[in-house]
């Protein structure tokens, strides 16, 4: 067993520092993931015309969804569970259908069938872990090298483009305030300012809606840049207004196969938090069970209506600023989002952020989860001069954007289509493992393993001058 480095000043007990601190820390934590936690009901809710993700919902599977990773992973491993941005074009995906049974949904319908999709992907989860758990990670992993993950990274962003210009076209004044705050703080941020870029630019670009709103302006087609009247009818305590999921394999199949993208990134944001604080997580309590734990609360949270979840970056980011690696102040942030999911309140008032806002932040998000996808390849040295490594790549990119509307077929009674993402996934697989040639191998390249979680904070390396 490979023998556990203890990092110069870190703090693997938090007792020692007392209640207090630890619940700083657990608020730092807390305030880490908020903004891009909060993001993604809020651009699916766009998708839906209103009738999508609740956040109170995705608040509460955060805190439950953590809570259950750490007790599938023996209490060990310091991960906070968000929600994640992969899925995020499966359920754009979702609310256009229109074939078979989605005919003649209105979006709040389609939504459950979405949720059912996330439900079968983060069992997918429960099987990777168990063919890793009998045959080893390095040899499942051939069969997911980056140059088959990437270019379906890659494909997630882009078909998610124009869904950002047409958010910000409502208003671009304050859509380019919300994005230069978020680049401003990723690039020039220090400390705890650079690892919620996100948060920041929700914060100041609503504030100048305020300013903006109080002056008159209006968007572009003349409504109301803020509209206060959800806040005042909400209750300040009350239930999430949980759903549950229902089944179509249409849905699963548009939603299963992004599980490919996200359980590479589950492997990156693990080896990540062991690079951070010096623990092994994946050999103890090993890949087999970090990938258990998040599988099962993504399954969970979709269950009753949530989104997936995934390992967060951000937080990552601050386990490396605090330099405490105790997961009990993790799991307190789990709590504080549990305590935020029962305030009708809080969710009202995101509820009123405006598309503006949302446009500007998703105009940097969406093209940063693409060129993640390019620095899959690029990290891992993808050698794209090798016909074969050329030829995957090619294939999964036209397959990925270019089956617009995917392919629909009938198997029985039953209309089944196969989207662009899906199409592009299960080529891309076959192709690596007909092809020969493929010479990856987990864990030759440590660096190039970890980058590749889809988070604001990426894991820089310094040079030294």
């Known amino acids: 067993m490979q023998k556990e480095a203890v990092k110069d000043n870190a703090i693997y007990d938090a007792k020692k520092l007392g209640i207090p601190r630890m619940l700083i820390l657990g608020l730092q934590h807390m305030f880490a993931m908020f903004g891009a936690t909060i993001l993604v009901p809020i651009l699916v809710n766009s998708y ?3 009738e999508g993700l609740s956040v109170q919902v995705t608040l509460f599977f955060a805190g439950v969804g953590t809570l259950f990773f750490h007790l599938c992973t023996k209490l060990k491993v310091p991960a906070f569970l968000g929600s994640s941005f992969a899925f995020l074009g499966g359920f ?3 609310a256009e259908l229109n074939v078979g049974p989605f005919a003649d949904m209105s979006y709040g319908e389609k939504l459950p069938y979405a949720c059912g999709g996330i439900v079968v992907a983060g069992l997918l989860y429960l099987i990777l872990a168990l063919v ?3 045959v080893g990670v390095e040899n499942v992993m051939r069969f997911l090298p980056p140059v088959v993950t990437g270019p379906i ?3 997630i962003g882009l078909s998610l483009a124009p869904s950002a210009v047409s958010n910000a076209s409502t208003c671009w004044p304050l859509a380019l305030i919300a994005l230069a705050v978020v680049v401003i703080f990723n690039i020039w941020g220090k400390g705890m300012f650079k690892i919620i870029p996100i948060l920041l630019g929700v914060v100041i670009s609503y504030v100048a809606a305020l300013i903006m709103n109080a002056c008159g302006m209006t968007n572009a087609d003349g409504s109301a840049i803020l509209n206060f009247e959800p806040i005042a009818k909400a209750s300040w305590v009350g239930l999430p207004p949980f759903l549950f999921a229902k089944f179509d394999i249409t849905a699963i199949l548009v939603m299963a ?3 490919l993208a996200t359980m590479m990134e589950h492997i990156g944001d693990i080896s990540a938090i062991s690079a951070t604080t010096g623990r092994n997580f994946i050999q103890d309590p090993g890949l087999h069970r970090t990938l258990l734990g998040d599988g099962m609360a993504t399954s969970l949270a979709a269950l009753f209506g949530g989104p997936a979840n995934t390992t967060y970056g951000e937080n990552t980011g601050v386990l490396e600023l605090s330099k405490v690696y105790d997961p009990t102040v993790v799991r307190i942030a789990a709590a504080f989002a549990l305590v935020l999911s029962f305030i009708p309140k809080v969710s009202d008032l995101i509820g009123t952020m405006p598309s503006a806002i949302i446009g500007g932040i998703s105009f940097i998000l969406y093209g940063m989860i693409s060129a993640i996808g390019v620095r899959n390849i ?12 050329l030829i995957i790549a090619a294939v999964i990119l036209v397959c990925g954007l270019g089956f617009s509307g995917g ?4 198997i029985g009674s039953t209309s089944i289509t196969l989207t662009a993402l899906a199409i592009a996934a299960i080529a891309g697989i076959l192709l690596n493992a007909i092809l020969p040639g493929n010479d990856y191998h987990f864990g030759k390249n440590p660096e190039g393993d970890i980058n590749r979680g889809l988070s604001f904070n990426i894991n820089e390396k310094e040079e030294e001058e």
Do not use: M
């Open 378 to 389: 690029v990290e891992n040295k993808v050698n794209l001069t090798k016909s074969r490594n």
């Open 92 to 94: 754009a995906t979702v």
């Open 257 to 259: 196969p992004i599980a």
């Open 153 to 155: 990274i890659i494909c």
């Open 48 to 50: 839906f015309h209103g």
């Open 132 to 134: 890793i758990r009998l």
């Open 407 to 410: 392919l629909t077929f009938t």
